[in-house]
């Protein structure tokens, strides 16, 4: 049910190898990948992913999340990117996080506006999700304004 409803903005890992290859690829250094996880139940809530981490002067990254379709609505998504957002700024020390939603992803558009993202801009066909380039609206949030 959630690889149907978000394969229109994300690909998720839906069998243990595409776990494995997405939990490789948190290891390279430049990316961070947190699963949220229910504290009653312990079923996974969704990922949040710090991805092309950079330091020195400019300490930004890029922010993408997804969240199972069972818990839509709950809010849980909602803390857990809010925690993924204090770790970056808290512990690694960023400056700057970045989301790029796609224009018709209505509630992760009100998502980060909730935690107090900023449109910054739009970017035409920014991002190739399942062989289609995708126009994505660009979103921010610096330390200094949460």
Same mark, same amino acid.
């Given at each position: 049910? +959630? *690889?149907?409803?978000?394969?229109?903005?994300?690909?998720?890992? =839906?069998?243990? +190898?595409?776990?494995?290859?997405?939990?490789?690829?948190?290891?390279?250094? !430049?990316?961070?990948? #947190?699963?949220?996880?229910?504290?009653?139940?312990?079923? =996974?809530?969704?990922?949040? $992913?710090?991805?092309?981490?950079?330091?020195?002067?400019?300490?930004?990254? %890029? #922010?993408?999340?997804?969240?199972?379709?069972?818990?839509?609505?709950?809010? *849980?998504?909602?803390? !857990?990117v809010?925690?993924?957002?204090? %770790? !970056?700024?808290?512990?690694?020390?960023?400056? *700057?996080?970045?989301?790029?939603?796609?224009?018709? $992803? @209505?509630r992760?558009?009100? #998502?980060? /506006?909730? #935690?107090?993202?900023?449109?910054?801009g739009?970017?035409? /066909? %920014?991002?190739?999700? !399942?062989?289609?380039?995708?126009?994505?609206?660009?979103?921010? @949030?610096?330390?200094?304004? *949460?």
């Open positions: 049910e +959630s *690889r149907d409803y978000h394969g229109r903005w994300v690909q998720p890992f =839906i069998t243990a +190898s595409g776990f494995e290859e997405w939990y490789s690829a948190q290891t390279t250094g !430049a990316s961070v990948g #947190l699963l949220a996880r229910d504290t009653e139940s312990g079923h =996974i809530v969704g990922v949040t $992913n710090l991805s092309q981490i950079f330091y020195k002067g400019f300490q930004n990254a %890029y #922010l993408s999340y997804w969240g199972m379709v069972s818990f839509a609505g709950t809010g *849980r998504m909602s803390q !857990a809010e925690l993924t957002t204090r %770790y !970056a700024f808290e512990e690694l020390g960023l400056h *700057r996080i970045e989301a790029n939603i796609q224009p018709e $992803n @209505l992760s558009i009100a #998502l980060v /506006k909730r #935690l107090g993202f900023r449109k910054e739009f970017s035409p /066909k %920014y991002l190739q999700i !399942a062989g289609v380039w995708c126009d994505h609206e660009r979103w921010a @949030l610096l330390a200094d304004e *949460r």
